[in-house]
């Protein structure tokens, strides 16, 4: 049962443009949501993050949207550039839970310049 | 870069064989965890430490066992190997402050033949 879910696998965008990632969750307790970024044979780097008392963070080129009613976010980049091509993670935790994170699948992002 | 190194960076071994992974940071930092990454599943949770000779299960924990006895040093113990356990292994430390943001390492590839 997966509490996490990035349901596109995939993604493929015109440098320049804006790319989407989206991800949903089922677990109401979790609070706060993270995205993640991965290179090939490197660690995940930290992007961006939410609290659950905000709707939105910008940081930059990347946004990130909460919608806690829909138990849905989105992590907006814009503009889109090719060095952004990466395996994406959104991330949860719940308060208290000594902190543990609960990952997506994660969507890979192709920037064509 | 939050001092987190892991060794071995890439390891082949056998099954029934064990195996142990190291993780270490230079920071203090309390919270440190493992983390394994597998196609489709983002990266899931095996166990994680909240200080020393302190540690819990995660959400995948069967076949591996972790140790803490100091501070900076959190191992992890496959105690015999089994190819289902071939992955990507990640450590990663909690960043101060009060966020839930994690650090992670530069990863363990683990193939069990």
């Known amino acids: 049962d997966q509490q996490v879910k990035q349901n596109s696998p995939s993604l493929s965008v015109q440098e320049g443009r804006i790319s989407i990632l989206n991800c949903d969750y089922t677990n109401s307790m979790f609070d706060y949501f993270l995205w993640y970024k991965k290179y090939p044979a490197e660690g995940p780097t930290f992007l961006i993050s939410?609290?659950?008392?905000?709707d939105k963070n910008e940081d930059g080129r990347f946004t990130v949207f909460l919608n806690k009613s829909a138990k849905h976010l989105s992590l907006h980049i814009v503009p889109s550039q090719p060095g952004d091509s990466a395996v994406y993670f959104c991330a949860a935790s719940a308060y208290g839970a000594g902190n543990k994170l609960t990952f997506g699948g994660g969507t890979r992002v192709l920037v064509k310049p | 870069d939050a001092g987190i190194t892991q060794s071995p960076r890439h390891k082949v071994t056998e099954t029934g064989t064990p195996v142990t992974l190291r993780c270490h940071q230079t920071?203090?930092?309390?919270?440190m965890y493992w983390y394994r990454q597998d196609p489709g599943h983002g990266l899931r949770l095996i166990h994680y430490s909240y200080g020393v000779k302190d540690t819990d299960k995660g959400e995948v924990s069967d076949g591996y066992s972790v140790s803490r006895s100091k501070t900076e040093d959190f191992l992890l113990t496959l105690e015999s190997a089994t190819s289902s356990q071939t992955s990507v292994y990640f450590c990663a430390i909690l960043g101060g402050g009060a966020s839930n943001e994690q650090f992670f390492g530069p990863g363990t590839r683990l193939t069990v033949l």
């Open positions: 939410i609290s659950s008392i905000k």
């Open positions: 920071e203090n930092h309390r919270y």
